[in-house]
């Protein structure tokens, strides 16, 4: 005999198996803790607003390399060089790259070694 599962139940189901490997990856991901011996971090682009401004999800971005670059310095004084990747599109002002050199300099970050990457349009 052949028992049939409804469709709510199954979607219910899917629903929570997608819910239980969210919290999962969520709980484990809180114990990766990178090692301080990082000679690079690379900041990869995200847009800019207006064609000049980080957006708000770039700003977490550097704010959190230039966090990582410091508690590194703090723990190894070897500090990591910042390397920020971003290239321009045709609705951009300027490169996405030096948008973030200049808001991570904005931030005080003066002290920080910053590369910037642009790379060409393809």
């Not at 969210?22 to 484990?28: A, G, Q, V």
């Not at 999800?57 to 070897?78: G, V």
């Not at 971003?86 to 808001?103: C, F, I, L, N, T």
């Amino acid at each position: 005999m052949v028992s049939h599962i409804s469709i709510p139940t199954t979607i219910a189901f899917y629903f929570f198996v997608v819910f239980w490997n969210f919290l999962s990856i969520s709980l484990i991901y809180q114990l990766n803790k990178p090692k301080y011996n990082q000679d690079f971090v690379i900041v990869l682009g995200a847009g800019l607003i207006g064609g000049e401004k980080v957006t708000p999800l770039l700003a977490k971005r550097i704010d959190r390399a230039i966090q990582f670059y410091r508690e590194q310095s703090e723990k190894t004084l070897s500090p990591p060089q910042l390397l920020m990747s971003g290239g321009q599109g045709p609705d951009e002002k300027v490169p996405e790259s030096q948008a973030m050199r200049e808001y991570a300099l904005e931030q005080g970050s003066a002290e920080i070694s910053l590369w910037k990457l642009n790379p060409p349009i393809l």
